[in-house]
Nanobody, 122 residues
Framework: QVQLVESGGGLVQAGDSLRLSCAASGSTGSGYVFGWFRQAPGTQREFVAAIPWSGRNPIYADSVNGRFIISSDNAKDTVYLQMNTLKPEDTAVYYC???????????????WGQGTQVTVSS
C-alpha cells in the first residue's frame, strides 16, 4: 500500500500560478499511474490530470489542458501539478491518487491522499 501526501495549496489571485506536490511512500515504482482530482463544495469529484510513473503520455481534463502540467520525479517519489493562469472556477480541494491504469475515472484509483485546498480569488 502507498501513502500519498499532498502539499502546496493556498490562496492566490486569478491569473497566478501554483504548484502542488504529491509525495508517495510505501509501494511506489513503475507500473503505477498517479492522478490529480479536485472537488469543489457541492460538486462531484472531478478528474484533472494523470500520468504514468514513467512520465510519458499524461492526460488532462479539457478544462485544464494548456494551463496545468502534471509531472513526476521518480528519484523523489513525487508527482507535481503545475497550475498556471488560475481561474476562480479552479477553486477546490485537490486530491492525489494512484491507479493501475491510465484513467480519468475516479473509481479506477485505489489509493488517495487527504487533499489540499486551492482557492483562487477574482
Amino acid at each position: 500500500q502507498v501513502q500519498l501526501v499532498e502539499s502546496g495549496g493556498g490562496l492566490v489571485q486569478a491569473g497566478d500560478s501554483l504548484r502542488l506536490s504529491c509525495a508517495a511512500s510505501g509501494s511506489t515504482g513503475s507500473g503505477y499511474v498517479f492522478g490529480w482530482f479536485r472537488q469543489a463544495p457541492g460538486t462531484q469529484r472531478e478528474f484533472v490530470a494523470a500520468i504514468p510513473w514513467s512520465g510519458r503520455n499524461p492526460i488532462y481534463a479539457d478544462s485544464v489542458n494548456g494551463r496545468f502540467i502534471i509531472s513526476s520525479d521518480n528519484a523523489k517519489d513525487t508527482v507535481y501539478l503545475q497550475m498556471n493562469t488560475l481561474k476562480p472556477e479552479d477553486t477546490a480541494v485537490y486530491y492525489c491518487a494512484r491507479s493501475y491504469r491510465l484513467s480519468s475515472i475516479s473509481r479506477h484509483y485505489v489509493d488517495w491522499g487527504q487533499g489540499t485546498q486551492v482557492t483562487v480569488s477574482s
